[in-house]
Every structure is written in structure tokens, then in C-alpha cells.
């Protein structure tokens, strides 16, 4: 079983920007598909956006379009989420997830993803 372990969460000012990392622990890794999913206090757990492994295509959630901005380094293994102008509304705990087997599933649905990080928290602050 991958594990996937996230880095880069910590306390920013609105309108900053922060860099997350989520990399794979297994010696050989291989994805379908990545994504990122937040969960803020009191909340669901919400689809922020993916990437497919092999192709690097993209998708968001309308929340975070034109902010966020999903990529991934395979040769590393590693997922990354750029967030720009950051809001107190982005505030979360940040998870990374990998899709190793493929599935008909959305890719912004959680149930298609096998493999889940820790999470590492996000806050902005007004």
C-alpha cells in the first residue's frame, strides 16, 4: 500500500500564496490519477482539484479556478498544489489521494481514490 505523505501547510495572510506537496512513498509508483481534497472545521470533505498520472490533464473545483493549480513531477513522484490569492475561506486541512487501479468514477468524487494522506493544514488568516 502507497502512502502519501502531504508537506507544506502552514499559517498565511490573505491574498499569499503557499505551495503544497503531497509525494508517494513506494518505490515504484504508479497513479491513474491524483488529486487534492480539503476539509474545513464543521464541513464535508471537498473536491479541490486532479490531474491524471501519465497525461497531466486537469480539472477544478469552480472555487478554486483560475487560483489553484494542480501538477505533478513523476520522475519524484510528487503532487504539488499551487495556491494563489488565498482567502480565510481556504482555510482547511489539505489531503492528497491516488487513484492506483482506474475507475469510471469522477475524478472529483472521493470514492475513487485508494490512497489518502494525512493532510496538513492550511490557514488564512483575514
Known amino acids: 500500500q502507497v502512502q502519501l505523505i502531504e508537506s507544506g501547510g502552514q499559517l498565511v495572510q490573505a491574498g499569499g500564496s503557499l505551495r503544497l506537496s503531497c509525494t508517494a512513498s513506494?518505490?515504484?509508483?504508479?497513479?491513474?490519477?491524483m488529486a487534492w481534497f480539503r476539509q474545513a472545521p464543521g464541513k464535508e470533505r471537498e473536491f479541490i482539484a486532479a490531474i491524471t498520472w501519465s497525461g497531466g490533464v486537469t480539472y477544478y473545483a469552480d472555487s478554486v479556478q483560475g487560483r489553484f493549480s494542480v501538477s505533478r513531477d513523476t520522475a519524484k513522484s510528487t503532487l504539488y498544489l499551487q495556491m494563489n490569492s488565498l482567502k480565510p475561506d481556504d482555510t482547511a486541512v489539505y489531503y492528497c489521494?491516488?487513484?492506483?487501479?482506474?475507475?469510471?468514477?469522477?475524478?472529483?468524487?472521493?470514492?475513487?481514490?485508494?490512497?489518502w494522506g494525512q493532510g496538513t493544514q492550511v490557514t488564512v488568516s483575514s
Open positions: 513506494a518505490r515504484t509508483f504508479s497513479a491513474v490519477a
Open positions: 489521494a491516488a487513484d492506483s487501479v482506474g475507475s469510471y468514477i469522477s475524478a472529483n468524487h472521493a470514492g475513487r481514490y485508494d490512497a
